[in-house]
Nanobody, 126 residues
């Protein structure tokens, strides 16, 4: 059973940076599919970035965070990270780490993800 625990959420001013971490325990594999999602009150949970690891690593981002966010995974420590720079008030939300076992490419499909963390809050003020 895979368990995911996020950390790193905080309150920052616009233009600031945060680094979110997601510690994964209970499952290790040479290939993996993981992602970061965010949710604000009254809105559906949306994908922000996704990563597929294996012989090669591929990533995918939504347009609004391209060039500002970087998703990465430290396979030795089994930690997924999301480096967020030049934060905007629109980035405010609860951020969730998610994972599932096998994919051919990084995916934004929420229903594909089997494992979820409890979330970490990011608040960006203008």
């Amino acid at each position: 059973q895979l368990q995911l625990v996020e950390s790193g959420g905080d309150s920052v001013q616009a233009g600031g940076s945060l680094r979110l971490s997601c510690a994964a325990t209970g499952y290790t594999a040479s290939t993996y599919c993981m992602g970061w999602f965010r949710q604000t009150q009254g809105k559906e949970r949306e994908a922000v970035a996704a990563i597929r690891g294996g012989a090669t690593t591929t990533t995918r981002y939504i347009d609004s965070v391209k060039g500002r966010f970087t998703i990465s995974k430290d396979s030795a420590k089994n930690i997924l990270s999301l480096q967020m720079n030049n934060l905007e008030p629109e980035d405010t939300g609860m951020y969730y780490c998610a994972a599932f076992a096998s994919c051919s490419a990084p995916t934004f499909g929420r229903d594909r993800y089997r494992y979820w963390g409890q979330g970490t809050q990011v608040t960006v003020s203008s």
